[in-house]
């Protein structure tokens, strides 16, 4: 079936605004608790540094990333620096220290003429298109706290609306950076072996660290939420680099990387696959740098476009919600019944609860799932039957006690007729199994109305009743009713109890407890003799079944 | 509904009368609440073994032997059911040719060394033979239209009017048979 699902596409409404004012595009979210000191700041970096460059080699590397201007945040990823507020600061700051690097002698006492700048720091500040764009970022890194960055991500969640106080972040960047970065430490060393320094790379620094503690320290100020990595609700989003979106392909052309894309037909469709992440990364590892050389543009050349990146998808995880339910009509499913795309019952239980609560949570959709089910001529009555509801995507997860009552309330006046709901509370994941277990396993009380082609009377109806507190065991063969869809076989099932009340003539009214699974309506009329003994067998004479009622799933249901 | 009605459910009898006054007049009537009656007439003009097919909701069809069919009609003693071994052996195994309609699915032997040939009577597949006919000698003739059914055979054909389209409905199986039951 298709279910009306409102806001199933809105991801795709939300329009691509690129920030069109340039001021804007560099704006960056300040953090309230972020050290512009620069002395202590560059503190801070040193020890980074000299933990990780045993000599001077880190001025080598300084010099050498601000030649092919490299931006200031990438530069302290090469070297090593894993305190990610230090990124947060301003690029001035950020190009101070590193001036103040390059210079550094080993005693730093020496005067203030020493404060000579890179040739590139200047244009590494411009704040216009001039600016070159980092070739190992694509500007990402750069921009991971700027107002540019952030725009997809706050016009999506206020879109939704979304009522949420926590986030978890998954990013993905482009592919061209993982080539770009691994050029960038073969020029490194090159250019270290050049001048016979050893270097050792290793500590650089992953560019998606620093860029999800940035990019994600900017949700938290401008959305007010809490950055928590175990939250339920998740922004994810991928970035993309056009011009070097095929850069990895050079690995074919590099035996040692033993790099080899596959052709895949799906549904008929040929996909390359074989080019993930992750085999990118493994087949980099294999190739020595001069084969990555001679293949390779090292360093990588500048780009004249920036990142890109595709609408990102903000979705809360699944909630539960659990109750039970009375069905008090013998015309509704308890799904809904389509074949062949005609509605054989106009509504459906889980439609009745499921529409409401779609509205009340606002989510994407919803699963529905009861403990055993009952036929649409069946009414489910008594303490009703357990259920829940799986909520997909709710833009309003957060739901109290007393909203879930007035829901409650809500679902009872809108379907008084049809459906009526009880204890309708959230539950856990880890509650589902109750419900499966209630299916399989738990008792089920039943009323009948049954016909029997003998008048009834008292004598039948006390030969019913020794059955009351006596269990005993029928033989059901696969209903035929069922037999297109369940294998056939022959399954044993209790009869724990069974008393009857006397109508008018030929009517009498039967309770039956029952195991999980028992076909009722075969037990009374005997299915063609398939169901052994069935009611009919008992008193000798013709049964069959008016009207069907269950009172009683005997489950504990919701948990709390 | 009030909530001692939830509990313990009234059931208005006046609903059910007719369906009691036409029970009342035919026990067997309920079978009408599960299926659809179709009979299959005799092609030889002389013999009258006709069969009765039901077809439930889900297509599947139970087929046994109509009230005209000698075996119900002569008092003769049935002495041997015998339900071909392979079908029986095919029976829930995939990939099965459907049987034709003239495919012989059993052949009954009376004491008087009579056989009656029992045929599928729909292109389908059989899915459960009655057993329960090997066990008890006189169900077949005691109550031929109910626990005495032969066979549920599954219809290749989903669409009624193309699966039984060889078959007659009761009105016209009672008008060809001169019954007024």
Same mark, same amino acid.
């Given at each position: 079936?298709?279910?009306?699902?409102?806001?199933?596409?809105?991801?795709?409404?939300?329009?691509?605004?690129?920030?069109?004012?340039?001021?804007?595009?560099?704006?960056?979210?300040?953090?309230?608790?972020?050290?512009?000191?620069?002395?202590?700041?560059?503190?801070?970096?040193?020890?980074?540094?000299?933990?990780?460059?045993?000599?001077?080699?880190?001025?080598?590397?300084?010099?050498?990333?601000?030649?092919?201007?490299?931006?200031?945040?990438?530069?302290?990823?090469?070297?090593?620096?894993?305190?990610?507020?230090?990124?947060?600061?301003?690029?001035?700051?950020?190009?101070?220290?590193?001036?103040?690097?390059?210079?550094?002698?080993?005693?730093?006492?020496?005067?203030?003429?020493?404060?000579?700048?890179?040739?590139?720091?200047?244009?590494?500040?411009?704040?216009?298109?001039?600016?070159?764009?980092?070739?190992?970022?694509?500007?990402?890194?750069?921009?991971?706290?700027? !107002?540019?960055?952030?725009?997809?991500?706050?016009?999506?969640?206020?879109?939704? *609306?979304?009522?949420?106080?926590?986030?978890?972040?998954?990013?993905?960047?482009?592919?061209?950076?993982?080539? *770009?970065?691994?050029?960038?430490?073969?020029?490194?060393?090159?250019?270290?072996?050049?001048?016979?320094?050893?270097?050792?790379?290793?500590?650089?620094?992953?560019?998606?660290?620093?860029?999800?503690?940035?990019?994600?320290?900017?949700?938290?100020?401008?959305?007010?939420?809490?950055?928590?990595?175990?939250?339920?609700?998740?922004?994810?989003?991928?970035?993309?680099?056009?011009?070097?979106?095929?850069?990895?392909?050079?690995?074919?052309?590099?035996?040692?990387?033993?790099?080899?894309?596959?052709?895949?037909? !799906?549904?008929?469709?040929?996909?390359?696959?074989?080019?993930?992440?992750?085999? !990118?990364?493994?087949?980099?590892?294999?190739?020595?740098?001069?084969?990555?050389?001679?293949?390779?543009?090292?360093?990588?050349?500048?780009?004249?476009?920036?990142?890109?990146?595709?609408?990102?998808?903000?979705?809360?995880?699944?909630?539960?919600?659990?109750?039970?339910?009375?069905?008090?009509?013998?015309?509704?499913?308890?799904?809904?019944?389509?074949?062949?795309?005609?509605?054989?019952?106009?509504?459906?239980?889980?439609?009745?609860?499921?529409?409401?609560?779609?509205?009340?949570?606002?989510?994407?959709?919803?699963?529905?799932?009861?403990?055993?089910?009952?036929?649409? *001529?069946?009414?489910?009555?008594?303490?009703?039957?357990?259920?829940?509801?799986?909520?997909?995507?709710?833009?309003?997860?957060?739901?109290?006690?007393?909203?879930?009552?007035?829901?409650?309330?809500?679902?009872?006046?809108?379907?008084?007729?049809?459906?009526?709901?009880?204890?309708?509370?959230?539950?856990?994941?880890?509650?589902?199994?109750?419900?499966?277990?209630?299916?399989?396993?738990?008792?089920?009380?039943?009323?009948?109305?049954?016909?029997?082609?003998?008048?009834?009377?008292?004598?039948?109806?006390?030969?019913? *009743?020794?059955?009351?507190?006596?269990?005993?065991?029928?033989?059901?063969?696969?209903?035929?009713?069922?037999?297109?869809?369940?294998?056939?076989?022959?399954?044993?099932?209790?009869?724990?109890?069974?008393?009857?009340?006397?109508?008018?003539?030929?009517?009498?009214?039967?309770?039956?407890?029952?195991?999980?699974?028992?076909?009722?309506?075969?037990?009374?009329?005997?299915?063609?003799?398939?169901?052994?003994?069935?009611?009919?067998?008992?008193?000798?004479?013709?049964?069959?079944?008016?009207?069907?009622?269950?009172?009683?799933?005997?489950?504990?249901?919701?948990?709390? | 509904?009030?909530?001692?009605?939830?509990?313990?459910?009234?059931?208005?009898?006046?609903?059910?009368?007719?369906?009691?006054?036409?029970?009342?007049?035919?026990?067997?009537?309920?079978?009408?609440?599960?299926?659809?009656?179709?009979?299959?007439?005799?092609?030889?003009?002389?013999?009258?073994?006709?069969?009765?097919?039901?077809?439930?909701?889900?297509?599947?069809?139970?087929?046994?032997?109509?009230?005209?069919?000698?075996?119900?009609?002569?008092?003769?003693?049935?002495?041997?059911?015998?339900?071909?071994?392979?079908?029986?052996?095919?029976?829930?195994?995939?990939?099965?040719?459907?049987?034709?309609?003239?495919?012989?699915?059993?052949?009954?032997?009376?004491?008087?060394?009579?056989?009656?040939?029992?045929?599928?009577?729909?292109?389908?597949?059989?899915?459960?033979?009655?057993?329960?006919?090997?066990?008890?000698?006189?169900?077949?003739?005691?109550?031929?239209?109910?626990?005495?059914?032969?066979?549920?055979?599954?219809?290749?054909?989903?669409?009624?009017?193309?699966?039984?389209?060889?078959?007659?409905?009761?009105?016209?199986?009672?008008?060809?048979?001169?019954?007024?039951?």
């Amino acid at each position: 079936m298709s279910k009306k699902r409102f806001w199933e596409n809105d991801h795709e409404l939300i329009p691509q605004i690129r920030v069109s004012n340039e001021s804007d595009r560099w704006k960056r979210v300040r953090y309230d608790d972020v050290n512009e000191d620069i002395e202590v700041l560059y503190s801070n970096v040193m020890q980074y540094v000299m933990e990780n460059y045993i000599n001077l080699t880190y001025r080598t590397i300084v010099d050498t990333l601000l030649d092919i201007k490299c931006c200031a945040r990438c530069i302290f990823r090469f070297l090593g620096v894993r305190d990610y507020k230090c990124y947060a600061t301003s690029e001035e700051v950020l190009l101070k220290i590193l001036n103040r690097i390059r210079l550094n002698e080993e005693n730093i006492t020496t005067s203030s003429t020493l404060q000579e700048e890179h040739p590139s720091t200047n244009i590494l500040l411009s704040k216009t298109q001039e600016k070159p764009i980092c070739t190992t970022c694509f500007d990402l890194l750069y921009q991971a706290d700027t !107002i540019e960055c952030l725009w997809p991500i706050i016009e999506n969640f206020n879109s939704h *609306n979304f009522q949420v106080k926590t986030f978890n972040l998954s990013v993905s960047l482009p592919s061209g950076t993982i080539i *770009n970065n691994h050029s960038i430490k073969v020029y490194i060393r090159q250019t270290c072996r050049e001048r016979n320094l050893s270097v050792d790379l290793s500590n650089t620094i992953d560019l998606k660290d620093p860029f999800k503690h940035l990019l994600g320290w900017s949700i938290e100020k401008k959305l007010g939420l809490k950055y928590y990595y175990q939250s339920p609700f998740n922004i994810s989003i991928e970035y993309y680099h056009k011009n070097s979106q095929q850069n990895h392909l050079i690995l074919t052309h590099i035996p040692s990387a033993e790099f080899q894309l596959k052709k895949v037909r !799906i549904k008929g469709k040929a996909i390359w696959t074989g080019d993930s992440r992750q085999n !990118i990364i493994a087949a980099l590892e294999k190739v020595p740098d001069s084969d990555f050389i001679s293949i390779a543009k090292c360093p990588p050349l500048e780009d004249k476009e920036r990142w890109e990146n595709y609408p990102p998808i903000l979705e809360h995880s699944a909630i539960y919600v659990g109750g039970r339910y009375i069905k008090l009509s013998r015309e509704i499913s308890q799904s809904p019944w389509i074949i062949n795309g005609e509605r054989l019952a106009e509504t459906s239980i889980a439609e009745c609860i499921g529409e409401i609560l779609r509205e009340k949570f606002k989510c994407d959709d919803y699963n529905f799932v009861a403990a055993g089910r009952e036929d649409v *001529n069946v009414r489910m009555l008594g303490n009703g039957r357990p259920f829940y509801f799986e909520i997909m995507n709710p833009r309003n997860p957060f739901f109290f006690q007393q909203e879930l009552d007035n829901t409650q309330k809500e679902i009872n006046k809108t379907h008084k007729n049809l459906v009526q709901i009880s204890h309708l509370t959230m539950i856990t994941e880890q509650d589902l199994v109750i419900i499966k277990e209630g299916e399989e396993t738990k008792r089920k009380t039943y009323s009948a109305l049954v016909w029997i082609s003998k008048i009834v009377t008292s004598e039948i109806i006390d030969k019913i *009743n020794q059955y009351q507190d006596k269990e005993f065991i029928i033989e059901q063969q696969t209903p035929i009713r069922v037999l297109q869809r369940r294998t056939q076989m022959v399954r044993p099932k209790i009869i724990y109890s069974m008393k009857a009340k006397a109508l008018e003539n030929h009517f009498l009214t039967l309770q039956l407890q029952t195991e999980a699974g028992t076909y009722i309506k075969e037990f009374i009329h005997g299915d063609l003799g398939r169901t052994k003994p069935n009611l009919g067998d008992l008193l000798d004479c013709y049964a069959d079944i008016m009207a069907l009622d269950v009172l009683e799933v005997d489950l504990k249901w919701p948990p709390n | 509904m009030n909530s001692e009605s939830i509990i313990n459910p009234k059931y208005d009898l006046s609903q059910y009368e007719k369906i009691s006054e036409k029970y009342e007049k035919d026990p067997l009537a309920y079978l009408e609440q599960y299926y659809t009656k179709y009979f299959l007439i005799d092609s030889n003009e002389n013999t009258s073994e006709d069969f009765y097919i039901y077809q439930a909701p889900n297509k599947l069809c139970v087929i046994g032997l109509a009230p005209t069919h000698p075996l119900l009609q002569q008092s003769q003693k049935v002495k041997s059911i015998k339900f071909d071994e392979k079908i029986s052996q095919s029976i829930n195994k995939k990939k099965q040719n459907p049987l034709s309609v003239k495919s012989e699915i059993c052949v009954i032997t009376t004491e008087e060394g009579r056989n009656y040939s029992i045929k599928a009577g729909i292109v389908g597949w059989v899915i459960n033979f009655n057993m329960r006919l090997d066990k008890d000698d006189d169900l077949l003739q005691k109550k031929p239209f109910t626990n005495g059914y032969l066979a549920i055979i599954k219809p290749k054909q989903d669409v009624p009017s193309k699966a039984l389209n060889h078959c007659i409905d009761e009105e016209k199986y009672k008008e060809i048979r001169k019954l007024n039951i």
